[in-house]
Nanobody, 126 residues
Framework: QVQLVESGGGLVQAGGSLRLSCIAS????????MGWFRQAPGKEREFVAG????????RVADSVKGRFTISRGNAKNTVYLQMNSLKPEDTAVYYC???????????????????WGQGTQVTVSS
């Protein structure tokens, strides 16, 4: 199955931007829908954004709508999460995940995803 490695996390001030990347290896990347999730300390993992195999359909959580954008480059085996206007409440470990099922929309439930990366820390200071 595919292996996933996230990068791009770090410390940023509120109002700033970061772009996370998740590079896949091992299988055909375009056979997977991709998602981003996050987990803050003491909280459950939550859906952030998802994108279908071709990139033709995306969805984002209401909490990040208008601020975060998901995209993918199948030629580069990479999915991105552009995060703008960051808030302290965006602080979390961010994970990318891959779903082999063919769906019209990317799933927003973590149990739908088959493979997970190790996560990258995003910290937003006030």
């Amino acid at each position: 199955q595919v292996q996933l490695v996230e990068s791009g996390g770090g410390l940023v001030q509120a109002g700033g931007s970061l772009r996370l990347s998740c590079i896949a290896s091992g299988r055909t990347f375009s056979n997977y829908a991709m998602g981003w999730f996050r987990q803050a300390p003491g909280k459950e993992r939550e859906f952030v954004a998802g994108i279908t195999r071709s990139g033709g359909s995306t969805r984002v959580a209401d909490s990040v709508k208008g601020r975060f954008t998901i995209s993918r480059g199948n030629a580069k085996n990479t999915v991105y999460l552009q995060m703008n206007s960051l808030k302290p409440e965006d602080t979390a470990v961010y994970y990318c995940a891959a779903d082999v099922k063919l769906m019209r929309q990317p799933p927003d439930r973590d149990y739908e995803y088959d493979v997970w990366g190790q996560g990258t820390q995003v910290t937003v200071s006030s």
